[in-house]
């Protein structure tokens, strides 16, 4: 049974920063392409990042501008996104998703994900 479980999220103020992780279990990690998604109140589920199986690949959702980084640990079985100069627009529950195939940037190309993580930027 493959299960993903995010951890990290929580209340920011504005310009400040976090560290999501989610660790993967009943699956060969190492093999698999990993993505972040967001979905926020009201809105529909959107890309924030996306890593390939062999981690030297990298692919973000345009607005994240070069303040996000998303990266792997197999060792770990950990993937992680750093979220830096968070802004207010950021606050969503943030879901890590194990790449199935597909394009990466659609939540149909992902097979199996974690429940969410809350984050909220305060103003």
């Known amino acids: 049974q493959v299960q993903l479980v995010e951890s990290g999220g929580g209340l920011v103020q504005a310009g400040g920063s976090l560290n999501l992780s989610c660790v993967v279990s009943g699956r060969t990690f190492s093999s698999y392409g990993m993505g972040w998604f967001r979905q926020a109140s009201g809105k529909e589920r959107e890309f924030v990042a996306g890593?390939?199986?062999?981690?030297?690949?990298?692919y973000y959702g345009d607005f994240v501008k070069g303040r996000f980084t998303i990266s792997r640990d197999d060792a770990k079985n950990t993937v992680y996104l750093q979220m830096n100069s968070l802004k207010a627009e950021d606050t969503a529950i943030y879901y890590c998703?194990?790449?199935?195939?597909?394009?990466?940037?659609?939540?149909?190309?992902?097979?199996?994900w974690g429940q969410g993580t809350q984050v909220t930027v305060s103003s």
């Open positions: 998703a194990n790449y199935r195939t597909g394009s990466l940037y659609s939540p149909v190309a992902y097979d199996h």
């Open positions: 890593i390939s199986w062999s981690g030297t690949s990298t």
